[in-house]
C-alpha cells in the first residue's frame, strides 16, 4: 500500500497516511479541520543498497573456461 503525504492548507500540519489507490484522498485535516493537500515528492521509487544489476546478486556461476 502507497504511503502519501498530506499538508494542511490551514495550520501547515503534516503527516503520512498509508492509502490504497482505489481509496479517496482524504480532505480535511486531523487537527484542525482544515483543507489537506497532497505533497508529492520528486521519486516515485527509492532505491537503496550497493548497486542493482543483474550480477549484483546472482550466485557466481562456474564459467566453462574453469574445467
Known amino acids: 500500500m502507497p504511503t502519501y503525504t498530506y499538508v494542511c492548507k490551514a495550520c501547515e500540519h503534516t503527516f503520512e497516511m498509508h492509502q490504497a489507490f482505489a481509496e479517496e ?3 480535511s485535516c486531523p487537527k484542525c479541520s482544515g483543507e489537506l493537500r497532497k505533497q508529492f515528492g520528486n521519486l516515485g ?12 546478486s546472482a550466485p557466481a556461476r562456474p564459467s566453462s573456461t574453469d574445467s
Do not use: C, P, R
Open 45 to 56: 521509487v527509492s532505491f537503496k543498497g550497493s548497486g542493482f544489476y543483474k550480477n549484483d
Open 25 to 27: 484522498a482524504l480532505e
